[in-house]
């Protein structure tokens, strides 16, 4: 099985950053994590994702300002988030695709959501 564990959400004011972290544990490869949210009374979007081989997608909506990188040997997943509005107001979830070790195809894990709140 592979586990997802998310830290760094919290309270900011409109203009301030933070940073999420997602570790994965496990025995697997992985094809691709990144980050989705979902902010109240509206659909999960996509945020941004990282493959393994280092290509990054964006929403249009944060690509000057969001940032994703990851550390390969930690197998874990960083967002930069700066110039924070209140819109970016959402649960962030950590997302992960991967090859589990002795199991066929890819699997989805999803993290357990970490809020973050920007005041205006």
């Known amino acids: 099985q592979v586990q997802l564990v998310e830290s760094g959400g919290g309270l900011v004011q409109a203009g301030g950053s933070l940073r999420l972290s997602c570790a994965a544990s496990?025995?697997?490869?992985?094809?691709?994590m990144g980050w989705y949210r979902r902010a109240p009374g509206k659909q999960r979007e996509l945020v941004a994702r990282?493959?393994?081989?280092?290509?990054?997608k964006y929403a249009d909506s944060v690509k000057d300002r969001f940032s994703i990188s990851r550390d390969s040997a930690k197998n874990t997943v960083y967002l930069q988030m700066n110039s924070l509005q209140p819109e970016d107001t959402a649960v962030y979830y950590c997302n992960a695709v991967v090859r589990v070790t002795g199991w066929i195809g890819e699997n989805e894990y999803w993290g357990q959501g970490t809020q973050v709140t920007v005041s205006s």
């Open positions: 496990g025995s697997f490869t992985i094809n691709h």
């Open positions: 990282i493959t393994s081989g280092g290509t990054t």
